[in-house]
């Protein structure tokens, strides 16, 4: 392996979350020739004209159930057959420094409000990632790992689709939303549960405050909610 592949291999390690022993006991070389090759890589990422590298992504499974996916983009879902959809969460890191991360996480409603909570950009080390990620999607099936592309299209895309139907988000987003990266639009994904807006109450909303705003953008017939929560 010569010096510019085994760069790539430290590259990729890094990305994974390996720690510069691990990807040394990985490639079996000596930990000081990892060494130089890890800050290099960090420099590069600290470049101001780069975004900081990506180190992961992930979301939960069951993500696409509900939604239109242009397949030109090739993104999976490993539960596409989720009894529950609707409520999708997203968890991104970028490398912040040689040996930190910058964690953001966003719960995105993708069939009509859009991003309902959000929360960082943390730093983190890699050991208090993993503990982070373990409990951000505790409540889910699982997770799964993506391209920050998906990312990018289901929570800025849906915060899109939920300001067409009169939802803003706060200026606060803007932060965290920087992690996913320059946004263009518009979005792969088709929002709304099968291509309708679909309003189901959350523990911290106002069910009728949100139809009330439903209804003065749509028509009656142009939306559909949890009869039994929401408010006529």
Not at 49 to 74: F, K, M, Q, T, Y
Not at 190 to 200: A, D, L, Q
Request: proline letters at 7%; aromatic letters at 10%.
């Amino acid at each position: 392996m010569d010096s510019a592949e085994l760069k790539d291999r430290v590259r990729e390690l890094r990305a994974e979350g390996r720690s510069p022993k691990e990807i040394a006991r990985t490639l079996k070389v000596a930990p000081s020739v990892v060494a130089p090759l890890v800050r290099a890589i960090a420099a590069e990422s600290a470049d101001p004209e780069r975004e900081p590298e990506v180190v992961g992504c992930w979301i939960n499974v069951g993500w696409s159930v509900g939604l239109g996916v242009d397949p030109a983009h090739g993104w999976t879902d490993e539960a596409p057959d989720a009894d529950e959809g609707g409520m999708v969460s997203v968890l991104v890191a970028r490398r912040h420094g040689w040996d930190k991360l910058s964690v953001a996480g966003f719960l995105a409603d993708v069939y009509c409000t859009g991003v309902k909570n959000y929360m960082g950009p943390e730093v983190y080390d890699e050991r208090e990632l993993r503990r982070f990620r373990e409990y951000f999607f505790g409540e889910y099936k699982g997770y799964q790992e993506v391209p920050i592309e998906l990312a990018r299209h289901l929570v800025l895309g849906s915060t899109d689709y939920a300001r067409t139907l009169g939802f803003k988000s706060d200026e606060e987003f803007e932060a965290p939303a920087a992690l996913l990266g320059a946004w263009e639009g518009p979005s792969a994904i088709t929002f709304g549960r099968k291509g309708r807006p679909y309003y189901v109450p959350g523990p911290h909303d106002d069910p009728g405050q949100i139809v009330r705003v439903l209804r003065r953008t749509l028509s009656y017939d142009d939306f559909d909610y949890v009869t039994d929560q929401a408010p006529a």
